[in-house]
Every structure is written in C-alpha cells, then in structure tokens.
C-alpha cells in the first residue's frame, strides 16, 4: 500500500476503535449516497460526529478512507461466506453446493449499495485491493477444499482447477444479477439456475461424440457398392 494511503495510525484502545468504526461508517453512508467525486473528508466527519482533526489523525485525505472501507467490506463478506463454506458430516453434495452458493448471493445482497459504490471507485486508481485478493483466495481454499471431500462425486480431474473455474463464473453471475439488477431476471431464479449450472459442471460426465451413426455407415456401405455397381 502506498504512503499516501495507509493510515496514519491504528487504533489500540476500543474508544479509538469506535472512532475508526463511525468514520468508515459515515463514509459508506456518504459514498452510497453521493457517489465518490462528491464525498469529501470534512462532509465524513459531520456524518461521523468527528472533527476533521479527528479524521486526520487516522486517516490522511479521501482515498485513504476509500481504501480502508473497502478492505472492511471484504472483509465482513469472507467472513459471512466463511461460516457456510465450513463442511457438515453428512451433507450431500447438492446440499453442501446449494449451501455456498445461496451464502454467496447473500452476502452480496447485503450490502450491494456499497458495493456498487465501491466499484465504481475503482477510476480513482486505487492500488490493487489486496483484502478482497485475500478473501477471494480464501474463499477459492474453501471451495476446493468441498471439491476434495465429494471427489468421489464428481468428474473433475483438478480440484484447484475446478474451484478456480466455478469461483470466477459465479462471481460474474452473482454480479450481474445482484449489482447490475437486469428487471428481467429476478435473484432467486437466477441463483436456482447458478445451482444447476455449478452441478451440472462437476458431476456431468463428458458424452464421446461418435465417429458415424450405424444408420450412417450402412447408407455409406450402401454408396459405395452402388458407385461401383455403375461404373462396372
């Protein structure tokens, strides 16, 4: 993380840590509300009950504030997407997958406002947001980890492959449909379509396209004799 955006000190007692808390909730409220090229440090600490001093003992301008919130978001999502992704004896796999799923959806629609928000900050040229990189591969370490214990299940031939696979293809959809919110399609259909996407990729066996039809070959047989038939 750059110099300009760490923060400028971490908070150690809980009375610095609620002070920490109200910012980065007022900034979400303001992000949320105005979008990022309105929001500003001073129009923070009024919704945080701060003084702007306050603000910058902790955080030194506007990105900063920006990029802290958005490690917290990705933050908070892993670790409501983590409680589900946990293994339960006995589960079968469509359970289990139907499980993750429904939670990935969750904890996208939980705060999707901000984190609409949050992408759209990402023309201010923020720095590669490591937090949600780490809770991508968090949650990808999970997943795997199910893929492992059904293996017998399942056709896959590569856990990590198909958790790598089956996390970015559900992230694209859960995006479209929870953030981008196309009227046509409402979020319960599609995760049920999600669902059955996700199995039908790991226990569906690939069918080997034949070379020719029986029917095929004996129209050519019978082709062939009379091609020759003629020419005799």
Do not use: W
């Not at 908070?11 to 409220?29: F, H, K, N, Y």
């Not at 409501?80 to 629609?109: C, D, K, N, W």
């Not at 047989?221 to 005799?232: D, H």
């Amino acid at each position: 993380m750059t110099t300009a955006l760490a923060p400028r000190k971490s908070p150690r007692q809980s009375r610095s840590q609620a002070t920490v808390d109200a910012i980065l909730d007022a900034t979400a409220r303001v992000l949320v509300e105005r979008g990022h090229a309105a929001t500003n440090t001073n129009l923070v600490a009024e919704r945080a009950g701060v003084s702007v001093g306050s603000l910058y003992q902790y955080f030194p301008n506007k990105l900063a504030l920006i990029n802290a919130l958005r490690a917290r978001h990705a933050r908070d999502m892993t670790a409501s997407m983590e409680r589900e992704f946990q293994r339960r004896p006995g589960e079968t796999f469509r359970a289990t997958l139907t499980r993750v799923i429904q939670a990935s959806v969750l904890a996208h629609q939980v705060d999707a406002d901000l984190h609409r928000a949050l992408q759209q900050c990402e023309e201010l040229g923020l720095p590669d947001d490591e937090a949600h990189d780490e809770a991508h591969a968090k949650i990808q370490q999970l997943l795997r980890d199910i893929l492992i214990a059904h293996r017998d299940e399942l056709v896959i031939t590569s856990p990590e492959l198909a958790a790598f696979t089956l996390m970015h293809a559900l992230h694209g959809m859960i995006h479209a449909v929870v953030l981008d919110r196309p009227g046509s399609v409402s979020v319960k259909a599609a995760t049920r379509e999600m669902i059955r996407l996700a199995h039908a990729y790991l226990t569906t066996r690939e069918v080997q396209p034949r070379t020719a039809r029986p029917a095929v070959q004996a129209a050519t047989r019978v082709l062939m004799r009379a091609s020759r038939s003629i020419s005799e």
